[in-house]
């Protein structure tokens, strides 16, 4: 079985669009992971951290060249998907029985020295299971699809629950969400039960954070929207009616996940958002002193190795969750202009490729997953590093030290771009057979 297609390395089988930005977005994360290994006294911490990092993207690297240049048609076999599935449930499974506690948590695997985070590979094993699923529309219910899609989801969720990780559950959880709402027909229809499903669970949960029960006003929005469009469009009224029942049922399940099932800590960061008035300083230290190194570096920043909250230890975790701090205080607001100019560039480009390969459900969905991955992953770090949002555990890509999210990062993107790739033959070859056409 040859997978590896013929390739060739010219300027033509590549796509400048997504190689620039990201090798930009390499050397900058570099940069700024070596400059926190900067002391004040001028000298170099452990490098240790910076040489494995270096590691790690030259394997990711390698990995996005390969599977930039694979026939991923045999994605859609299931052998290939259920080995894909399977082995991360057993990397999951083998983290809870035997992965290291790491800060009251058991997020991590420890195989032949290298610390692998499982949560990470999920991620994609999501993307990849939910597209695969979703390109059986023409044979199957595309509600069956969905049933089947969340079958396969629901282990992965509790077993990245029990880690514990709910701010990693509800990131897989919002990326599978997403890409199954791009996968449904009729968006008008799915944006009405989105809009109720929404209006409904944040009705009962935002309820419960605040105990005020004026957020149950929420209800009035979802029951207009429903009956107006219960009697505007006849064949959407089975959606409707099913729509209110899970939402219900979905908002009063997470009333009792609030109350019951979500660890002190995971509220205190939720209420320290909400209401930070009333938390105790503790509890938005990491956030305040991220603030702090952002509006230090003003403008232009304070230059390379120059930071001080992270060299002086004030700011907590400067080479992973907070380094988007650490990066905006030595290059400003002009560096965090251009980073997320980088990042905007990259994520456009996976939506592009979405948009232009249409016509193949498999391919346009991984092109449109791996850019929601990114785009929430992003979202969600640099809100957390402004006290946009409540404080979580997700990294900032292709930035943060770690092996794990680095190298799918990089795997995820090859597969873009060797989807990117095969539309641009594909365009090419349609030119070609026009002008053949056309000279006879």
């Known amino acids: 079985m040859n997978i590896l297609k013929k390739t060739s390395f010219k300027g033509k089988h590549v796509s400048l669009f997504l190689i620039i930005p990201l090798v930009l977005l390499i050397i900058i994360g570099l940069v700024t992971l070596y400059s926190t290994l900067i002391l004040p006294t001028g000298g170099l911490a452990d490098t240790d951290i910076f040489t494995k990092q270096l590691i790690f993207i030259g394997v990711g690297s390698l990995l996005f060249i390969l599977l930039s240049y694979i026939d991923l048609s045999y994605l859609k076999h299931w052998q290939v998907l259920l080995i894909i599935y399977v082995v991360t449930i057993v990397l999951l499974v083998l983290t809870l029985l035997f992965g290291p506690v790491i800060k009251n948590v058991k997020r991590w695997l420890i195989i032949g020295g290298i610390q692998i985070q499982p949560s990470e590979i999920a991620k994609f094993t999501v993307i990849i299971v939910t597209s695969v699923i979703f390109s059986m529309k023409e044979k199957y219910s595309e509600w069956i699809l969905f049933l089947l899609s969340f079958l396969f989801l629901a282990p992965i969720l509790v077993l990245i ?46 309820s419960s954070i605040t105990g005020n029960n004026l957020w149950f006003l929420l209800l009035i929005v979802a029951v207009v929207v429903g009956i107006f469009s219960f009697y505007a469009k006849s064949n959407w009224k089975l959606f409707i009616v099913i729509s209110f029942v899970i939402a219900l049922l979905v908002g009063a399940l997470s009333s009792v996940t609030w109350r019951n099932l979500l660890k002190d800590y995971q509220k205190q960061r939720i209420v320290a958002f909400i209401n930070p008035e009333e938390t105790s300083s503790d509890n938005l230290f990491n956030v305040n002193q991220s603030k702090i190194a952002i509006g230090s570096g003003r403008i232009f920043g304070k230059g390379f190795g120059n930071g001080t909250q992270s060299k002086r230890n004030f700011l907590p975790e400067f080479r992973t969750d907070f380094i988007f701090a650490s990066y905006a205080e030595e290059f400003g607001l002009v560096g965090s202009l251009f980073l997320m100019l980088l990042y905007g560039l990259i994520i456009a480009f996976c939506f592009m490729t979405a948009v232009n390969c249409s016509e193949n459900t498999m391919f346009s969905l991984i092109s449109m997953g791996v850019g929601i991955k990114m785009l929430l992953e992003i979202f969600i770090n640099i809100g957390t590093n402004t006290g946009s949002i409540p404080a979580t555990g997700i990294p900032l890509p292709l930035m943060s030290a770690g092996g794990t999210i680095t190298v799918m990062t990089l795997v995820c993107l090859g597969l873009v771009h060797n989807i990117s790739l095969k539309n641009s033959q594909k365009l090419r070859t349609k030119k070609g057979d026009i002008i053949d056409v056309y000279e006879d």
């Open 161 to 206: 629950y029990l880690q514990p990780s709910g701010s990693m559950m509800v990131l897989t959880l919002a990326i599978w969400f997403l890409l199954v709402f791009m996968g449904l027909n009729n968006p008008v229809r799915n944006a009405v039960i989105l809009t109720i499903l929404l209006s409904t669970v944040g009705a009962f949960l935002i």
